[in-house]
């Protein structure tokens, strides 16, 4: 009895792989097949008594899960894109497991970098993206948001500068940022193969404009397109090393940071200035900050590997306002769409 129902539900799943029907959808569902997935067999219905009579193959939407966890919140997606968001929270203070957050100092963390700094508005600004995601192609990116202040964790440096030495809750929150941030990379990689980071920061700085970084300085930047391709050693650590060994038209590493089809050139074309871009290959004397932790422990640097690129996107206060939140994000998600229909191989978004 246990084969035959094994069977009939075989016979089940290839019917449902072979036929492009799935069930019609319910008032306001989504039309869209490329926005369900399969998510196998809903129910099992019984053996039926004649073959004729097995019901068609029920395939399910994709439904969003979100967690909260230790501080942290993590929303699944369909799209390979990942944001992250470490320094928007303006939680103050708390507990894990009747342990208290410890507040972070120069001297407790040994941060050659330390700052307690604030991203203003930038976890409005994601869930805008978000929602602009959504609105343009039916489905959703993975989202990774902090959810206690810098303060306390700096979710953007490595585990030793970014809680106080010996710190219990804050050290549980930093692992449970990265180990979601890994999970959303290890899904992205199972369903689409590659995908891209975009991690959100922002700036006070005097220049309106979208600060990408690929962990290359601005020196680095400031050398001619000839001396970044003759050594590959610029590409190697960027953030979007695995895109430049692999894409679709071949376009190479330095076309990739700052040429015509360059996320910078499609950003600016969306209407948010930034740098670099071929107009803008890098940015001088002005302020720059070319990426993070994140970006260099998640990207696809040589030394990390994967086939997740990363980009650091350092918004401006004006791309930050609320009264622009959508604006912003409308822009942003049409360079994304844009570059990554361009070089990745991927059908997520559509032909
Ligand atoms: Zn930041």
């Not at 009939?8 to 792989?17: K, N, P, Q, T, V």
Request: negative net charge; contains cysteine; glycine residues 8%.
């Amino acid at each position: 009895m246990k084969k035959l129902l094994y069977f009939a539900l075989l016979l089940f799943a290839l019917s449902c792989s072979a036929q492009s029907g799935y069930l019609p959808p319910q008032n306001g569902e989504n039309t869209d097949p490329e926005q369900t997935e399969d998510r196998g067999v809903a129910e099992i219905p019984g053996l039926p008594s004649d073959a004729d009579t097995i019901e068609v193959p029920v395939h399910v939407q994709f439904k969003r899960d979100t967690i909260i966890e230790h501080y942290v919140e993590f929303r699944t997606g369909n799209i390979p894109v990942i944001i992250s968001v470490p320094h928007g929270s303006t939680v103050e203070g708390g507990s894990i497991n009747g342990e208290e957050f410890v507040l972070r100092t120069k001297e407790n963390t040994g941060d050659p970098s330390f700052s307690t700094v604030l991203d203003t508005r930038t976890i409005l600004l994601a869930d805008c993206t978000d929602a602009e995601f959504q609105r343009k192609t039916g489905k959703y990116p993975y989202m990774i948001i902090a959810g206690i202040r810098r303060k306390y964790v700096d979710f953007n440096r490595s585990k030793q500068y970014a809680i106080p030495e010996g710190s219990v809750a804050n050290g549980i929150a930093w692992d449970t940022y990265h180990d979601f941030v890994k999970a959303a990379k290890d899904s992205v990689v199972m369903k689409f193969g590659t995908g891209l980071l975009l991690d959100f920061h922002g700036h006070s700085h005097d220049v309106k404009q979208v600060e990408l970084g690929y962990i290359l300085s601005s020196s680095d930047l400031g050398l001619s397109d000839e001396v970044l391709s003759a050594n590959d050693k610029y590409a190697k650590k960027s953030s979007i090393y695995s895109l430049s060994l692999k894409n679709k038209t071949n376009l190479s590493f330095v076309e990739l940071l700052r040429g015509e089809f360059s996320f910078g050139d499609y950003l600016h074309k969306a209407g948010l200035p930034c740098v670099p871009r071929s107009k803008k290959p890098n940015p001088g004397d002005e302020i720059y900050l070319s990426g993070g932790y994140i970006n260099k422990a998640h990207g696809s640097a040589s030394n990390v590997g994967g086939t997740i690129d990363a980009i650091q996107l350092e918004f401006d206060s004006t791309a930050r306002k609320s009264a622009n939140c959508e604006d912003t994000a409308y822009s942003l998600v049409s360079a994304v769409i844009s570059y990554m229909k361009k070089h990745y191989y991927t059908n997520a978004f559509g032909k």
